[in-house]
């Protein structure tokens, strides 16, 4: 059979799955338990000898049809669903990760990204930071014992682009883990197994969810990844899992059931629904973005736009051969002459809010808020002044959001 489109192959993942009753969603499942006539039976799902479900921490049927969503999205092997995005990070790194690896991050990171890792290292953990914009830099800092390399596609806020097929072709060549997060450019725009990911990361709240009403987060295996050789899998799964399996195995047990970052079956529900509109609204909320970013880029009230979609971004060209689309994600600096509080309280229309990836246009100030416990000195070497502003641009009439930002800058 032809492979079939985007939206068509997310529209009826479930239906081709026989839902109960002709649905064409799979029901939500709520049980938290599950009972077996014959013993045998649940203990080899405990012994990863049968697929099936014992206890809903680490299994529910309704999120299991999310997770085959998420993975026919990524093009990948298998996914976990998790509570949040952060949870699927934070859970993925606890179960592969021992004392004595190095890991290799980004140094533009998420701040609550950031946040977890300086946590790590305050455990012990050796990790090293740097701009990952360049291979060079990567090359730079690798070492004997480095285990994994974590980027993001899209850094937030400022947009920097990381090199991500160098990197991924420099992880093949030395087998580290590629951990890839794809939330800003979610797998609509970019599917980092393309680059040679051996995981990727998606905080299932921003565009896949899409409508500001569900927390959930995602990490999907490629099947890229050598897990045989792998020093830190444990000894039992050896003995019971299929060697490509092994990496899911242990993120599903050992960070998913120990850590407990569990994703409600209601909650798997509203982002599965919200996930049919995923390219529709991406369309839409991009088209928008590369709308606003050339008027900002215009104004000479604005000091500063960052957006990949702009020529005058630095990684505009690596965007453009990377991405389907730039995102709708981008930032700006006020002025001097304009309070950053004032300008965001002037604007009607934009709402004054944290989330990303909403069907609402969102606004936040980023030195203020969502960066502020890294300090001035970590956010000046992260290009984070006090004015800046991060817009997460949603599918509003253009016209309207144009008359907001004129109005506010008036």
Not at 57 to 75: F, I, S, Y
Not at 102 to 119: C, D, E, M, P, W
Not at 222 to 240: A, C, E, M, R, V
Not at 301 to 307: A, P, Q, S
């Amino acid at each position: 059979m032809a492979s079939r489109g985007f939206t068509t192959t997310i529209l009826h993942s479930d239906r081709l799955g026989k839902p109960e009753h002709g649905a064409l969603h799979k029901p939500i499942h709520t049980s938290v338990t599950y009972g077996y006539d014959d013993v045998q039976d649940l203990v080899d799902i405990f012994q990863n000898k049968k697929k099936g479900y014992a206890y809903s921490r680490q299994g529910n049927p309704t999120v299991t049809a999310l997770e085959h969503k998420v993975t026919n999205m990524e093009n990948g092997m298998s996914s976990i669903a998790f509570s949040t995005g952060m949870a699927a990070i934070s859970a993925t790194i606890l179960a592969l990760i021992k004392h004595g690896d190095h890991v290799l991050a980004s140094s533009f990171l998420f701040g609550n990204t950031r946040s977890i890792f300086q946590s790590y290292i305050d455990m012990g953990l050796d990790i090293t930071f740097t701009d990952a914009t360049s291979i060079d830099n990567i090359k730079a800092e690798i070492k004997d014992n480095t285990r994994l390399i974590f980027v993001e596609t899209i850094a937030n806020p400022a947009t920097q682009i990381a090199d991500l097929k160098a990197i991924g072709e420099l992880c093949g060549q030395k087998g580290i883990i590629y951990m890839v997060d794809n939330t800003m450019t979610s797998p609509y725009i970019f599917k980092p197994v393309n680059v040679r990911a051996s995981l990727v990361i998606n905080s299932l709240t921003k565009y896949i969810g899409g409508h500001g009403n569900a927390l959930g987060g995602s990490v999907t295996d490629t099947g890229l990844f050598d897990w045989s050789n792998f020093p830190n899998i444990f000894p039992t799964f050896k003995t019971q899992v299929k060697p490509e399996v092994l990496g899911m195995t242990q993120i599903r047990k050992k960070g998913l059931r120990d850590a407990g970052g569990t994703l409600s079956p209601e909650a798997a529900h509203s982002i599965s629904v919200g996930s049919e509109t995923l390219a529709l609204r991406l369309d839409r909320a991009c088209s928008n973005a590369m709308a606003l970013a050339t008027f900002f880029e215009a104004h000479p009230l604005i000091k500063k736009v960052y957006y990949p979609g702009l020529e005058s971004h630095p990684q505009h060209k690596l965007a453009g051969e990377l991405f389907y689309k730039f995102g709708g994600l981008m930032s700006i600096e006020l002025d001097n002459s304009i309070d950053c509080f004032a300008f965001l309280n002037k604007l009607k229309l934009v709402v004054k809010s944290s989330n990303l990836g909403d069907t609402r246009t969102l606004a936040i100030p980023v030195a203020h808020t969502i960066f502020n416990e890294l300090g001035a000195a970590k956010r000046a070497e992260m290009g984070i002044s006090d004015s800046m502003i991060r817009l997460s641009v949603g599918i509003e009439d253009l016209e309207d959001l144009l008359e907001d930002f004129k109005t506010a800058l008036a």
